[in-house]
């Protein structure tokens, strides 16, 4: 089966190579990618966990994990592979000054074998679920155990993996160990593996990451983007082709009817769409203040445009309603907690696919508003600008939610050093069996 498998995705390269080789974010890495190795990557001693971690997204949730073995496990190295140029970029930011940075290599034997003869990791981490057939046959073949951690499988994803069943099975249970975020993807996981491999709920990494900023930097953030504080601001965090023109019409009924106090933010999902959201904002009549450009909002006619990437968290802070992009089209949803940190009410479209368990949990404690369509979603936005109490009551029930879902990178360090002696506790300053065992995962929430 894996010589299909490798005889259609070479085919499927040749295609469509020159096609994407045009695309720069296609290009970013290349030579890594095709396995060429620097001779800086084969020089350092020492067996290192090697964490994969897609795109900015996957880095965002494992960063918890990854600082916590940084400081309690000093003596281990770690390197980190992305797959995308802007998940690349914040590796290098957050994660360069004790870790090795490069490009995940493709799925073919040459390039997978290259680096993990480079790098002869102690085991290979997996964040979320990025299935490779040849990687993981590779991985089991040298004896690497391969760690799933924060695992999610949407249902669209267990659908497509079940009807691929002759493919994927084998590389699911070829994984030594699998840290699930909820009960409903350890099910999920449980049948594509038969049981085959050992599986803990450990909840969503991400929410350990999320904790506000100070007031001060608070206080700073919304002078430098040009609030004054009487205004009622909604952030689109996330956002993909469609939603903002859906938020740009939503703001333009509000000041239309005398709402002149509002003020929107919008942060596009990725970076090669800014110069084109700039672009939508003159198009409705309002002008353009860019993140990028030291720009601050002057007057309800202003839209303020973050066109970075990494600072959507932060930035939910100066927010009264949040919109989460990737739900209002059919792209199935980004991260609905981010908001929750600052007690900021979240409102989301009905393509929650990728996100349905933790969307179903918030919905259930109320701190969720899902909209059914654009309609909707002014409706939505509408009451709560009105009711300073309702914001207040699904702001602060997202708020318990999270407080109560934290807890993860202690039962993953736990599990980790569990499990073979992925992770020694007498190599660390401590323990993970020190972690505050009143983290447990809340059934009931998930």
Known sequence: MLAIYYVALIMAGLVAGPWLLLLKKARAGL?????????RYKQHPGAPIWVHAVSVGEFNAVWPLLNALHEQYPGERIVVSTTTATGQQLARERAGSFAELFYFPFDIPWATAAWLNAIKPSAVLI??????PGFYSQCEARGIPIVIVNGRLSPRSFKRYKQLRWLFKKVFQSASLILAQSKEEEGRYRELTEDQVPITVIGNLKFDGLSQISAEEQKELRHKIGLQGSELVLIAGSTHEGEETAMLRTLTV???????????????????????VAEMITAHGFEPRRFSKDEAMRNHKDVFLLDAIGHLTRFYCAADIAFVGGTLVPIGGHNLVEPCIYSVPVICGPHVEKTRDVARALQSEKALVLAAN????????KKLAIDPQARKEVG??????LEHSQGAVCRALRALEGYGGLLSP?????????????????????
């Open 254 to 276: 509000l000041t239309d009817t005398g709402n002149t106090n509002v003020r929107l933010v919008l942060v596009p999902r990725h970076p090669e769409r800014f110069e084109r």
């Open 426 to 446: 007498a190599a660390g300053k401590k323990s993970a069996q020190g972690c505050d065992a009143g983290h447990e995962v809340a059934e009931a929430r998930r």
């Open 396 to 401: 602060e029930n997202g708020r318990r939610w």
């Open 374 to 381: 654009e309609e909707d979603l002014l409706k939505s936005i």
């Open 31 to 39: 030579w890594q990618k095709l396995g060429f190795v620097s001779r």
């Open 127 to 132: 964040v979320e679920t990025e299935v490779w």
